[in-house]
């Protein structure tokens, strides 16, 4: 069977892109369509639902250094093994407004991390409100990856376009500041494609900021100062495929969703308003 996600017109290069470089053999079609409300200005970053996953084949290697807006020195956590996959997707709200993925071919795989203690004071906006946060030490480490359905993708560049790495801090409520509304959601990733998936969330438990990667001297820096971070919320479950491969700057593996712990990540907004890290 063929899955289909539909992007928006300014996706079609990048589609056709992908079909040359065999995507679609390997199972996923693309499709182009003009999102709804086409015109209305959307977040250059896309929404990702995430699913909890484990791996074979893909390592960190040693020394990696890192450094974002919550830890502006770099710093060097341990690595575990990779424990989610992130699919680009589309959200569409209550209203019927569609947020269509601007860069489906892009993923995000992450890895397990530990690092000295950390808090953080946040500020972060989305579509779905504002809300002032506590964020602790980090705890994954997502990297850009190429996705494929039955081999890996074998792709020219180890990392797709146009997306960051991003280190990710798990977020606690400050009760009287918190004002997400993360209600009459559904999503399209490409498990689901072509149903959209209504998601019911819990309140938001994860910050991925935009982080430089620097491995053996070489320094991978988000794409510009700017750049949005992810709010993740824990949501109801939305179909999972057995088996990928994915392909990033680590190596590439096969990566097995798993049917617990998915989130759905939002993007957004970043003001980081006191610091003890």
């Known amino acids: 069977m063929t899955h289909t996600l539909s992007i928006p017109r300014a996706a079609r290069a990048v589609a056709l892109a992908a079909t040359a470089f065999g995507l679609v053999a390997t199972g996923f079609l693309l499709t182009a369509s003009s999102p709804a409300g086409a015109g209305a200005p959307l977040p250059t970053l896309d929404h990702f639902l995430c699913y909890q996953a484990r791996e074979i084949g893909i390592k960190a290697p040693p020394n990696v250094l890192l450094e974002n807006a919550i830890q502006t020195a770099p710093f060097a956590p341990n690595f575990g093994a990779a424990s989610s996959h992130c699919n680009p997707a589309n959200k569409e709200l209550a209203s019927g407004r569609i947020f269509a993925a601007k860069n489906p071919l892009a993923h995000l795989l992450c890895f397990t991390i530990k690092y000295a203690p950390v808090a953080a004071t946040v500020l972060v906006t989305n579509q779905f409100g504002k809300a002032v946060m506590t964020a602790s030490s980090p705890t994954r480490f997502c990297l850009p990856s190429w996705k494929a359905n039955i081999a890996p993708p074998n792709m020219p560049t180890k990392a797709p376009p146009g997306l960051d790495h991003f280190t990710c801090y798990p977020l606690k409520e400050l009760p009287s500041s918190y004002g997400f509304r993360a209600v009459g959601a559904k999503a399209e990733d490409e498990f689901s494609a072509p149903k959209y998936i209504p998601l019911k969330m819990g309140l938001a438990n994860l910050l991925c900021v935009p982080t430089t990667k620097i491995v053996a001297g ?50 957004s907004t970043l003001s980081v308003q006191g610091n003890k890290g």
């Open 218 to 267: 070489v320094v991978y820096k988000p794409q510009s100062a700017n750049d949005l971070s992810l709010v993740c919320f824990p949501t109801t479950k939305t179909p999972i495929w057995k088996q990928v491969f994915d392909e990033n700057q680590f190596g590439e593996g096969r990566i097995f969703p798993l049917v617990t712990n998915e989130e759905f990540c939002v993007p």
